[in-house]
């Protein structure tokens, strides 16, 4: 339900479908053309031991990061959390694609879906592996469609990327 521009707080911002519902005609064409303009952010990775952090900007200003982080295996175990944080209104659309790798080809594993830890976006999987490692990458594909407020045309931050996780303290 799309709140009626007369009801909106001064200074309050307003979703991008109030905006277009308040302008009629002229929001319908824009609502048409929205999905075809998108933005694509600057990004920038910061490596650490175990974590990849991937800041993305516009116009040289903060607008998303997406971290990604791998533990170390610990009795067949290793957990991955792929997390994004954003500074805007919503996130129109996320897709996450992933896949550990060891030496180059994919080891034996099954995966679970961790229950989320209640930070927005956070998910956790477990990867079981069926034969030891001593370190896990993890290959990442992300693609995030980001709403950017009163702007019509959606941001778009984009991954690809392997995070290499930390060496496993058991053989």
Request: charged share 20%; aromatic share 2%; hydrophobic share 35%.
């Given at each position: 339900?799309?709140?009626?521009?007369?009801?909106?707080?001064?200074?309050?911002?307003?979703?991008?479908?109030?905006?277009?519902?308040?302008?009629?005609?002229?929001?319908?064409?824009?609502?048409?053309?929205?999905?075809?303009?998108?933005?694509?952010?600057?990004?920038?990775?910061?490596?650490?031991?175990?974590?990849?952090?991937?800041?993305?900007?516009?116009?040289?200003?903060?607008?998303a990061t997406a971290s990604f982080l791998v533990s170390p295996p610990v009795g067949g175990r290793v957990r991955f959390g792929p997390h994004l944080s954003q500074d805007l209104s919503g996130v129109e659309g996320y897709r996450l694609r992933f896949r550990p790798v060891v030496d180059g080809s994919v080891p034996g594993f099954t995966v679970a879906f961790e229950r989320p830890g209640g930070y927005p976006f956070t998910v956790d999987f477990r990867f079981d592996l069926l034969e030891p490692v001593e370190r896990l990458r993890v290959q990442v594909e992300m693609h995030a469609t980001l709403d950017a407020g009163l702007d019509p045309r959606a941001y778009v931050a984009e991954a690809l990327l392997t995070v290499h996780g930390p060496r496993g303290g058991e053989r």
């Open positions: 339900m799309v709140p009626e521009p007369s009801t909106a707080t001064p200074g309050e911002p307003r979703s991008r479908r109030a905006v277009l519902a308040a302008t009629g005609p002229a929001g319908v064409a824009l609502a048409g053309c929205s999905s075809l303009r998108r933005r694509r952010l600057s990004s920038s990775v910061e490596h650490g031991d175990g974590e990849l952090h991937v800041d993305y900007t516009a116009a040289g200003s903060a607008v």
